[in-house]
């Protein structure tokens, strides 16, 4: 039949399926030319760098095989950030319909692409964003300057809050604050799920330590744990907070903080360059990248993955309000427990975790939900 699929296509549709934009997949499927499937490549190619952005780096490189649960301890320096002001910005604009969502995805678009671009020029990771508020993490190094970086990124990000403190809106000028929290310890990081929905998870005392260090803190400074004030009273000045914890003096000059820490580079490879443009060899390249797009897609909910496929060459998702049902599922003990725990029962607290992150999983898609 003309213009029927190679069969090494055929092979890899059900992996394509849900990578491929809907028209691209029809016509991959109806007309696989050179032309298309050069399409197909260059599109699986600029997920992939969007993918990314949705996992942190140094977790990123290599990548957990979707379904494989994988865990270990680390040493490093935990920064806990939210937001303060977004509810009354999100209901002063919500009546303006799209108008509105636009606007607000404009401050949000500032205010992430600013906070990011510190964290990443401060050696941070940023691990995870729930709902205005991100978790970011400063591994620890062999000089131990985790907890140093991460204070000097927390003072550059309230620095840049600055811009956000006059904002127009249909119910007068509103403003945007920040707080902070950070603390240092250990804490177990671990890949959970199943090879069609993975997640990656902390656990520790550190953790909720550094969230608790948060919402003891005050908007527009950086609150930090005794340990840590502690361990760095010869760098920083500290006046008192509520009992536990620190809050940073900002007595620094432009020129003494600075913009950046001096870490190694961390670029992106490089993109895939195309010599064989033959059909075997584009499906070859195909295939290749392949390999590197299912782990990362692994990580998002099929809906979101769905709405990043089908804008990936706009790189852009169309803003709106929606009516939702937010649930929080908070599991008691585990975080705290597992420390304590000897290292082969260990194994088994983060498996029966997997089990039950995929069976709540299962049970939220079951009823439509993300």
């Given amino acids: ?73 680390e040493q490093g320096t935990l920064m806990f950030t939210d937001l303060a002001g977004f509810t009354r910005l999100l209901e002063a604009n919500v009546v303006q319909g799209g108008p509105g969502a636009e606007m607000v995805l404009s401050v949000l678009n500032g205010y992430f692409a600013g906070m990011i671009e510190i964290i990443s020029k401060s050696s941070g990771s940023l691990l995870e964003f729930t709902g205005d508020a991100m978790l970011v993490q400063f591994r620890a190094d062999r000089q131990r300057n985790d907890c140093a970086k991460a204070i000097r990124s927390g003072l550059r990000m309230q620095r840049a809050m600055a811009k956000f403190t006059h904002i127009e809106t249909p119910q007068g000028n509103l403003s945007l604050g920040m707080r902070i929290g950070i603390h240092t ?29 948060e919402g003891a803190g005050t908007v527009g400074r950086v609150c930090v744990t005794e340990t840590i004030a502690t361990e760095l009273a010869e760098q920083f000045r500290f006046e008192a907070g509520p009992p536990g914890y620190m809050l940073v003096m900002d007595d620094f000059s432009e020129e003494e903080l600075g ?68 649930m929080f599922v908070n599991i008691l003990g585990l975080s705290e427990r597992i420390e304590e725990l000897p290292p082969e029962e260990q194994v088994n607290v983060v498996v029966y975790f997997s089990r039950l992150f995929a069976r709540i999983n299962a049970a939220v898609l079951e009823q439509g939900g993300v």
Avoid: C
């Fill in 259 to 326: 913009e950046y820490e001096i870490v190694a580079s961390r670029n992106r490879k490089g993109h895939t360059i195309l010599f064989d443009r033959s059909v075997p060899g584009l499906i070859h390249e195909i295939g290749e990248t392949l390999k590197k797009v299912e782990p990362l897609a692994s990580y998002l909910p099929s809906s979101i993955l769905t709405l990043l496929v089908e804008s990936a060459s706009r790189r852009e998702i169309q803003p709106e309000f929606v009516d939702l049902v937010a």
């Fill in 1 to 73: 039949m003309p213009n029927s699929p190679p069969v090494s296509l055929v092979a890899m549709e059900a992996r394509l399926r849900e990578l491929l934009p809907a028209a691209l997949y029809a016509t991959a499927w109806t007309n696989p030319s050179p032309e298309t499937l050069t399409q197909v490549f260059e599109h699986l190619r600029t997920l992939q760098y969007i993918l990314l952005d949705y996992v942190p780096r140094h977790i990123s490189t290599p990548l957990t095989e979707p379904g494989a649960v994988e865990f270990e301890w």
């Fill in 185 to 213: 310890g250990r804490f177990l990081t671990a890949h959970i799920g199943t090879p069609k929905r993975m997640e990656h998870v902390l656990l520790g005392s550190a953790v909720q330590r550094s969230k608790r260090a």
